[in-house]
């Protein structure tokens, strides 16, 4: 039976219980980051956690652990669940409210972090998935679009969309019609040789994965771009991915059942990708605790 961590408390998954008065059940009053774990490592913590960090500021609650306490947390639960490969997420709630929209006054956050098994991926040969244009349009650009908010609705009503129309992943679109990201990660096209992706003002969330890519990029010195650009132009590009942090990237081979364009760049972001998760986590890796307590 895997274990999770509640509250700085290791339990079986099976007694990790919430209020059904957590505000995050009641309201999507919450914060969550989901991270990729290799060799014992959880890929690019720092930035997934000065992310959680700035939304939870921008929201206005005070999680009770610091950095180091949720990292032993963290190396707890891999070492008890033997998690060397996996999806971890980290899901923080304002806690525990009374009935109505304002916040209490003194409230006090629930942590919540559980790891789940990680899809096998070969590198060099990223997934394949068909798209389908959601009719489904994400609000406005606010700050709350930066981060990974408990409320997920655009996306999950999305993701019912692209599985009626036999599509794996869905893009969404901006407020004013532009392209923003897919349901599940951020999204990029080449164009005359040319790697584009949309800006962050379409309300698509500034992925640590799209960074990497950009990284990667600069690295390799390719031409990038921020763009906006109407749904029109991935059905004249060269290769369209997808990237999160779970897969890496992703080539799109299909938008509303028409085929896309496959370009020989698309698995080489994907072996860099995974070439770069295990340098970084081979010379970072966690060590296991010497003790571990589970309630």
Not at 20 to 38: C, H, M, P
Request: glycine share 6%; hydrophobic share 45%.
């Amino acid at each position: 039976m895997p274990f999770v961590m509640l509250n700085g408390r290791l339990v079986h998954e099976s007694q990790a219980m919430v209020s059904v008065f957590d505000r995050s059940f009641l309201y999507g009053d919450g914060l969550f980051e989901t991270l990729l774990v290799w060799n014992s490592r959880p890929f690019r913590w720092e930035q997934h956690w000065e992310r959680l960090q700035r939304g939870l500021e921008l929201m206005r609650v005070a999680l009770p652990f610091n950095a180091g306490q949720v990292k032993e947390q963290i190396i707890q639960l891999l070492a008890v669940n033997q998690a060397r490969y996996a999806v971890m997420r980290l899901q923080v709630s304002r806690g525990v409210g009374a009935r109505g929209y304002s916040p209490p006054d003194n409230s006090s956050p629930a942590l919540v972090i559980s790891t789940h098994p990680l899809e096998p991926v070969a590198p060099g040969q990223p997934r394949e998935w068909r798209l389908h244009l959601s009719s489904i349009h994400l609000p406005p650009a606010h700050p709350l679009s930066h981060f990974k908010t408990c409320n997920k609705l655009w996306q999950v009503m999305a993701r019912l969309e692209a599985k009626a129309h036999d599509a794996e992943e869905a893009v969404l679109l901006s407020a004013e019609g532009h392209l923003a990201e897919a349901a599940a990660g951020n999204l990029f096209w080449w164009t005359e040789g040319r790697l584009h992706t949309p800006p962050l003002t379409t309300g698509a969330l500034p992925g640590i994965t799209r960074q990497v890519i950009l990284e990667l990029a600069r690295r390799w010195d390719w031409e990038v771009r921020e763009t906006l650009a109407g749904p029109d132009v991935l059905a004249q590009a060269e290769g369209v991915f997808v990237t999160m942090s779970t897969l890496g990237v992703v080539e799109a081979v299909a938008l509303n059942g028409h085929p896309l364009g496959r370009s020989p760049l698309t698995p080489q972001c994907h072996a860099g990708y995974w070439a770069l998760v295990a340098r970084e986590s081979e010379s970072r890796r966690c060590a296991p605790p010497n003790t571990i307590q589970v309630s």
